[in-house]
């Protein structure tokens, strides 16, 4: 087990040396190279993947590897990992605008022209681009679900797993946080320290069900369709209800609305789930051949 640990400290090691070269590396494209397109695009991609980056340096130096078969779909036997992949964040996606409708007092009414129709329309075009978007943020999964989560709960458990992850995972989105105001804008008390903190919040929750259905399923695939559905289809709902003035001129009360409440509601119950099977056996990847899946305690 001491063994267990030290490799598993090294790979967090590694991978957050590496994402953390990227978050500086962003933070100074956003500040000088705006005026160049190319760089501003090489650096802005490079950040995204730079999790997977840090991933792949850290099963190589520790001799790791991908023999675990994280990479494989292993759609037999793991339907239920996939629904929930979709049908959680949808739900999330859903609730969230409600909320924003409901607290921003814009009603509940259908606010695109063309009514039901477009409505319809859209959300399906939002989930027709999901392929895409799914592989977008593979960059992210294939660091932290792929690996940290995994190394953290040899080292802190299952809780501490899904609280640092989540925190680490939410402080890397500070470029976008700080310099482009993503999820919460820019015009708030407190900015930019209070957006990162719900950021965390929302990351910590969420981050729960993106890892039970990565548990359940043995692959990281299932992460990778969810978080590309909260990236995709959460904006498509949110049109449907509120109007843009309304979304522009209240961008702290919409990420709480849309996005972190939704996220702690789901996240609660997807947390407690794994906590509860004790010590009922959830599948873990190994070194199997693909599409096999094994049972570890």
């Known amino acids: 087990m001491k063994l267990d640990k030290k490799k598993a400290l090294r790979s967090i090691l590694i ?7 990227f978050v500086l590396l962003q933070c100074y494209s956003y500040a000088h190279w705006q005026e160049n397109e190319v760089l501003s695009y090489v650096t802005y991609f490079a950040f995204l993947f730079s999790p997977l980056t840090g991933c792949v ?3 190589l130096i520790t001799r790791e590897g991908f023999r675990d078969g994280i990479l494989w779909p292993r759609f037999l036997g793991n339907g239920k990992a996939y629904l929930l992949a979709l049908l959680i964040p949808t739900f999330s996606g859903f609730l969230g ?11 509940l009414d259908i606010k695109l022209d063309g009514g039901p ?24 999964e294939l660091g932290w679900r792929a690996l940290l989560y995994d190394q953290l709960e040899i080292l802190l458990g299952t809780n501490g797993a899904v609280i640092l992850g989540g925190i680490l995972w939410g402080v890397w989105h500070f470029p976008a946080l700080y310099y482009l105001g993503i999820n919460f804008g820019k015009d708030y008390p407190g900015f930019p320290y209070l957006g990162i903190l719900l950021m965390c919040v929302a990351t910590v929750f969420i981050g729960a069900p993106l890892w039970l259905v990565r548990k359940m399923s043995g692959s990281v695939i299932p992460a ?17 209800f509120l109007t843009q003035e309304v979304a522009a001129s209240h961008t702290l009360q919409v990420g709480i609305y849309d996005f972190v409440i939704p996220s702690v509601i ?5 947390w407690i789930y794994p906590l509860r099977l004790g010590k009922r056996k959830m599948q873990t990847p190994t070194a199997a051949t693909p599409g096999q899946t094994t049972n570890e305690a």
């Open 266 to 270: 789901v996240g609660i119950p997807s």
């Open 224 to 240: 990778c369709l969810f978080h590309g559905v909260i990236d995709s289809v959460f904006n498509g709902f949110l049109t449907l």
């Open 117 to 140: 129709r477009m409505a319809i329309l859209t959300v399906l075009l939002c989930f027709a681009q999901l392929y895409y978007v799914a592989f977008i943020t593979a960059g992210e």
């Open 57 to 59: 340096l850290a099963r």
């Open 97 to 107: 605008a409600i909320l924003s409708a409901l607290f921003l007092g814009d009603g």
């Open 15 to 21: 991978l957050l040396a590496t994402c953390l070269v």
